[in-house]
């Protein structure tokens, strides 16, 4: 069929291929996703133009070497900028608060603190609330995994899971791997605790290199790794099932925990997500890491740790960390995945993500230089940005602010302040007019250098 062609009617097409509406659905919306099709309100679907699609970024090529952290300010000012509601968020960290069921969030919370049993204070010390605990458990297992709730302990946010497990699987001065660009989150922790960090070279969509992580396995003595398997953070890569399987394999056979670090699983757009690399994990090796600030509750502070073999003494550090997470909290998100929809809010909040993402890229096409690479992330809300070799993102940052645009430079991703010409741009508001004359903006930028 040629651009802009209507596809047959969903009517049509059940009658002349016999099959059911919803299947036929199930495979327009496939083709949309795919960004092959789509759909026009009250009109049909109709086949996409096609632009030249710009080249994915490049394989990232960290030095094979063993750095001791100094992140830099930038992190905090990058983070500073994005709290006026008056910036163009393109620079966020955060999806669009506007996107989140905070009435039924509140009716839950305010039910669930005033049934609150004052026992159940005392009861819920670490690991946390046993029905929050069982409903996460329940979450594991439409993945196709079973976890133990007796494994999950609830945290402040997946911030304080990573940081207490990597307190439990490392001591000052051991050396970690990570990934390459990295979420700065892992950065500041590692420095926080002392550690020293080896690179690992990242493919913009295939993930994790882990030819080179073996290679670094033999050269460094690596005491554990943090690695992002689902919808990496800022390239948005995801591990293919083979791949993760591969990696839980390898750091068994060197006896090495994995801290996976999976705050944007629930985000992925496919129907039918794909388990985290935990699901391969015979030993209780991987402390799978998760969190429901990304996906139903931002600001409650909300998330857990399913930490295998190490569960205990994770535990135990979060009692000495900060004695316990808000019960409150917990039991109202327990109530809300029990009967508030939750399901139906990721759907919706999936497909408008899927929206803006296409929208932005849409966007980058009229507006970028040519020549400039990014790719299409299979869930979340970032573009990983790689720009012409003399664009300096930290002076884009400084420019883009005069005019009330935010963008997250690429430096603040990496241990070495490498990534100069890498931008992370935030797609996770609706598409408003105020982003599209931003990215024209960014593109006028992008053209000085
Ligand atoms: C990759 C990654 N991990 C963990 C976190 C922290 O999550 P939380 O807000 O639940 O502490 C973030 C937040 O930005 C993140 O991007």
Not at 343 to 350: D, F, P, V
Not at 421 to 428: A, C, V
Request: glycine share 6%; aromatic share 8%.
């Amino acid at each position: 069929m040629a651009a802009g062609d209507q596809l047959p009617s969903v009517r049509s097409l059940c009658q002349s291929r016999k099959v059911s509406p919803a299947t036929v659905l199930k495979a327009y919306e496939t083709l949309e996703a795919e960004y092959l099709i789509e759909s026009r309100p009250r009109s049909g679907y109709y086949v996409r133009a096609r632009r030249q699609q710009p080249m994915p970024p490049r394989t990232s090529r960290p030095k094979a070497q063993s750095t001791r952290l100094e992140v830099s300010d930038l992190v905090f000012q990058t983070l500073e900028a994005s709290r006026n509601r008056e910036v163009v968020p393109l620079g966020s960290a955060f999806p669009s608060p506007t996107q989140f069921p905070w009435p039924k969030l509140a009716r839950y919370l305010g039910s669930s603190a005033r049934h609150l049993d004052p026992w159940s204070t005392i009861e819920s010390l670490p690991p946390g609330s046993v029905e929050l605990r069982q409903q996460i458990a329940k979450r594991y297992l439409r993945l196709g995994m079973t976890v133990g709730i007796e494994q999950i302990v609830v945290t402040a946010g997946a911030l304080e899971a990573l940081s207490l497990a990597l307190q439990c699987v490392t001591r000052p001065g051991d050396t970690i791997a990570i990934e390459s660009p990295t979420f700065y989150g892992c950065l500041q922790a590692a420095q926080r605790l002392g550690l020293h960090v080896v690179e690992i070279p990242m493919h913009p969509t295939e993930g994790l290199d882990i030819e080179a992580l073996e290679a670094s396995i033999v050269k460094f003595p690596i005491r554990a790794c943090w690695f992002m398997t689902t919808l990496q953070h800022p390239t948005g890569a995801t591990l293919s099932q083979t791949r993760k399987r591969e990696l839980v394999r390898l750091l068994a056979s060197h006896d090495i925990p994995l801290i996976e670090d999976d705050a944007y699983s629930e985000l992925q757009f496919a129907s039918k997500p794909e388990p985290p690399a935990k699901a391969f994990d015979k030993a209780g090796r991987v402390l799978h890491c998760g969190s429901f600030s990304k996906c139903l509750a931002p600001g409650y502070r909300l998330g857990w740790v399913a930490a295998g073999r190490y569960s205990a003494d994770l535990s135990r550090r979060k009692i000495e960390a900060s004695i316990a997470t808000s019960l409150p909290v917990q039991q109202g998100i327990a109530q809300m995945l029990r009967h508030g929809g939750y399901e139906t809010h990721l759907i919706s909040l999936r497909r408008n993500l899927a929206a803006s993402q296409l929208a932005a890229l849409e966007s980058l096409q009229r507006h970028f230089p040519v020549g400039y690479r990014v790719a299409a992330p299979r869930g979340g809300y970032f573009l990983w940005v790689e720009c012409g070799t003399r664009v300096d993102s930290l002076d884009v940052h400084r420019r883009a602010l005069d005019f009330g645009i935010t963008i997250a430079p690429g430096p603040i991703f990496s241990a070495r302040q490498q990534f100069k010409n890498y931008l992370r741009l935030n797609t996770g508001h609706p598409w408003t007019n105020a982003m599209e004359q931003a990215t024209q903006k960014l593109g006028h930028l992008l053209r000085r250098y």
